[in-house]
């Protein structure tokens, strides 16, 4: 079974950094991109960007509002997805989920808050 | 970046009537890569269509996704009280992969 959980969420004044880890099991990691979204209180649904696997050099994308701010990687010897945060804003506030695959995702985890606030 | 638009906002049906749900594209969304998701509060996206019109697994067959170019519509047949959700459209064909806003569906 595919399994997902994110942790590392938490309450982080602006202007910090916080990592957000993704521990995935019941596939092979190394064969597949893993994503990051995030979906803000109350509202929609925010793709962050993905990093891709190993034979693809590990390539990443990322959202413009969160580009040169956030990192995605990834430790395929521990099946972990990373999600470095840094210089957090306020906006950045949301449910965090990591997801297999960079396209059409099946396999979602259950979301870890972030909470960006003074 | 392609803007994906959805309507309507929110759709009041009864169980058993059909639910027509749109997506709306900026410019062409190449090779149709176009997704539905289902969320229900407090829970994670799931995913419905991929490729705008085939069923993800384990799907039911009454939920079903039609289009291309710029248009594209999830249909909900002999809606049930679990359909209850909001649903977004996202495109992949290209960065961003863009949502759309989300359309709620409630059952009377």
């Known amino acids: 079974e595919v399994q997902l959980v994110e942790s590392g969420g938490g309450l982080v004044k602006p202007g910090r950094s916080l990592r957000l880890s993704c521990t995935a099991s019941?596939?092979?990691?190394?064969?597949?991109?893993m994503s990051w979204f995030r979906q803000a209180p109350g509202k929609g649904l925010e793709w962050v960007g993905f990093?891709?696997?190993?034979?693809?050099?590990?390539?990443?994308d990322y959202a413009a509002s969160v580009k040169g701010r956030f990192t995605i990687s990834r430790d395929d010897s521990k099946s972990l997805a990373y999600l470095q945060m840094n210089s957090l804003q306020t906006e950045d506030t949301a449910v965090y989920y990591c997801?297999?695959?960079?396209?059409?995702?099946?396999?979602w985890g259950q979301g870890t808050l972030v909470t960006v606030s003074s | 970046e392609i803007v994906l638009t959805q309507s309507p906002g929110t759709l009041s049906l009864s169980p058993g009537e059909r639910a027509t749900l749109s997506c709306r594209a900026s410019?062409?969304?190449?090779?149709?890569?176009l997704a539905w998701y289902q969320q229900k509060p407090g829970q994670a996206p799931r995913l419905l269509i991929y490729?705008?019109?085939s069923r993800a697994t384990d799907i039911p067959d009454r939920f079903s996704g039609s289009g291309s170019g710029t248009d594209f519509t999830l249909t909900i047949s002999r809606l049930e009280p679990e359909d209850s959700a909001v649903y977004y459209c996202?495109?992949?064909?290209?960065?961003?992969?863009?949502f759309g806003q989300g359309t709620k569906l409630e059952i009377k």
């Open positions: 019941g596939f092979t990691f190394g064969d597949y991109a």
């Open positions: 410019q062409s969304v190449r090779n149709s890569y």
């Open positions: 997801a297999r695959d960079r396209t059409a995702v099946s396999f």
């Open positions: 490729s705008a019109s």
């Open positions: 996202q495109h992949y064909a290209s960065s961003p992969h863009t």
């Open positions: 990093i891709r696997s190993k034979p693809y050099g590990e390539a990443t």
